[in-house]
């Protein structure tokens, strides 16, 4: 440990030769001591520094140590200084007690006891250590959900972008559809029309093109209807490379409802309009049935409030159990806004009183139900990549060192814990700064993303590779003793010298070493990969392209 992050610990007494002899005392410890000769100097100083523990001499003049502690556990800033009294007075209760009422933790007794000392120092030493670790750790953790919040404005400012392209895409495909759509229709209108004014003039009987114009008008009024209901979410392929937003769609809706006569007034409605198809059931357990035979078809469900089978809430946590997403709009007799807050809050995108029913109104519903789904799919999938982001490494797809580390704590405590065997392999690239210097950064970038194939066709599912840094790899192998882990090793050592990496029209060939520690006698993780890098230095001092173990 460097000397200026070495804990500090401050001695208040006012004899120097007091001092220096727990000076001595604690020379063993790796600590920075701090003297002071009164309370006065000694609040000062404990204003000044933070100090993991005060040995505090109880007689002193001025101010005896009692009055120092008292002071000192007043201030925001010192009153967490853990304090020991060191004293020469009697060991009467009334003594001990006012010790602690001052604010120490503990007594040591004069004449001092070089191991008590030094154990009571210890506990103190490592409790600080342990609480400045915890701090480090909580300020690398806000570093990093500062760097992941960055990183998530910016993927939702790219996600904007995007969606507004994907908008602009969509009505220039709807105009084009329109435009196909409504062209034959509206020629046959105008021509009818021209026909028409000319067979006034004549005085003839215009009733045939009267009823031509009537049926060019409902051809109108249907397409007006399709893009009415369009769904920007649904496309299809027009050809190779193009995409086209498809004007023929339909709405498929299950609708939950044991009132025959609720339903059949619901399906009157919606019926109207040709694009919606409606799926009945009376019962949750139908419609969970249904729903699990034809999840990927139905884009909406109705449910009725109250059903004999249940509620909306009992459909809703089924729903949250079973992992069903598609959007639920709740429809009741009895209104009621506390209950629809309710369901709102337990997942139901929209909530209708029957009395307030329209087709128009529940036309919008659907829609910007639909639309709310397909922007939380987006936003789901927005948080599903900054999470990998921050696990994974982006050039190989392997896990990055960041997990490396985390994983291997928590298997090292499982192999220490349930006394099992562990391996540790690390890899490094023979020669691949010669691979960049001769052919490029590229080629060495194709080099390394190939590995992952590699790798994965060599190990085994409960196995966890991770990129470890550079041109290195570690990879953490549970339940394997040393042996197994040298035949695991030489198997991907072989694969990877039969691998061909290509780039630009090259077939790069590497070889790699190995270097392994297995678990058995060592204490911590980071001792582990300290042998497996000797192993692996090994390796390499010893030709390149071979395994050895530690």
Wanted: overall charge negative; glycine content about 6%; hydrophobic content about 40%.
């Amino acid at each position: 440990m460097s000397e200026h992050k070495k804990a500090k610990v401050l001695v208040v007494d006012d004899k120097k030769a007091n001092i220096l002899a727990i000076e001595a005392l604690l020379e063993e410890l790796e600590v920075e001591i701090v003297k002071a000769n009164s309370g006065n100097e000694a609040l000062a100083l404990a204003l000044e520094h933070e100090f993991a523990l005060i040995l505090m001499d109880v007689q002193m003049p001025e101010m005896d140590g009692f009055e120092t502690a008292e002071i000192i556990r007043t201030n925001r800033k010192t009153k967490a200084t853990p304090i020991i009294f060191v004293t020469a007075i009697n060991k009467e209760k009334k003594h001990i007690f006012k010790g602690y009422e001052s604010g120490g933790v503990d007594y040591i007794f004069k004449p001092l006891d070089p191991h008590i000392l030094i154990s009571k120092v210890k506990i103190f030493l490592d409790f600080f250590n342990g609480k400045k670790e915890v701090e480090n750790i909580n300020l690398k953790l806000q570093a990093s959900i500062e760097q992941i919040e960055t990183a998530n404005r910016k993927i939702l400012e790219q996600q904007e972008k995007l969606i507004e392209e994907e908008r602009l895409k969509v009505l220039l495909q709807m105009a084009g559809a329109t435009a196909h759509e409504l062209s034959q229709p509206l020629q046959v209108l105008i021509g009818n029309i021209e026909l028409m004014e000319m067979m006034q003039e004549d005085g003839k009987d215009i009733s045939p093109y009267v009823e031509k114009i009537k049926k060019s008008g409902v051809r109108i009024a249907q397409v007006a209807k399709k893009i009415q209901n369009l769904r920007h979410d649904q496309i299809r392929a027009h050809d190779a490379s193009t995409k086209i937003i498809d004007i023929h769609q339909s709405t498929n809706i299950l609708y939950i409802e044991d009132n025959e006569k609720d339903f059949s007034w619901l399906e009157k409605i919606l019926t109207l309009n040709h694009e919606i198809s409606l799926l009945h059931a009376k019962t949750i357990d139908q419609g969970l049935s249904i729903i699990e035979k034809r999840d990927s078809d139905i884009d909406i469900i109705f449910l009725d409030y109250l059903l004999e089978s249940g509620t909306a809430f009992d459909f809703l946590e089924h729903c949250m159990v079973k992992g069903i997403n598609i959007p639920i709009i709740i429809i009741t007799g009895r209104g009621n806004e506390k209950i629809a807050s309710q369901l709102i809050q337990a997942g139901a995108y929209d909530y209708f009183p029957k009395s307030e029913l329209d087709v128009n109104s529940v036309i919008r519903s659907i829609n910007s139900s639909i639309e709310k789904a397909r922007l939380k799919k987006e936003l789901d999938l927005v948080h599903e990549t900054i999470a990998e982001n921050s696990i994974k490494d982006g050039l190989t797809g392997l896990y990055n060192h960041r997990y490396f580390m985390e994983a291997l704590e928590i298997e090292f405590e499982r192999a220490h814990r349930y006394n099992r065997n562990f391996s540790l392999l690390m890899i490094d690239i023979d020669h691949f700064k010669s691979i960049n210097d001769k052919y490029g950064h590229q080629a060495g970038d194709a080099v390394l993303s190939g590995f992952s194939d590699v790798f994965f066709s060599c190990i085994r599912k409960s196995d966890i590779v991770c990129r470890y840094g550079g041109e290195e790899f570690a990879l953490i192998l549970p339940d394997t003793d040393g042996e197994n882990a040298e035949i695991a090793a030489e198997k991907i050592r072989k694969a990877v010298g039969r691998a061909e990496f290509k780039e630009g029209g090259r077939q790069l060939k590497v070889t790699i070493s190995i270097g392994i520690s297995a678990n058995s006698g060592i204490k911590t993780p980071r001792a582990l990969i300290n042998e497996s890098d000797k192993a692996l230095y090994k390796a390499k001092n010893n030709g390149r392209n071979r395994v050895e173990s530690y």
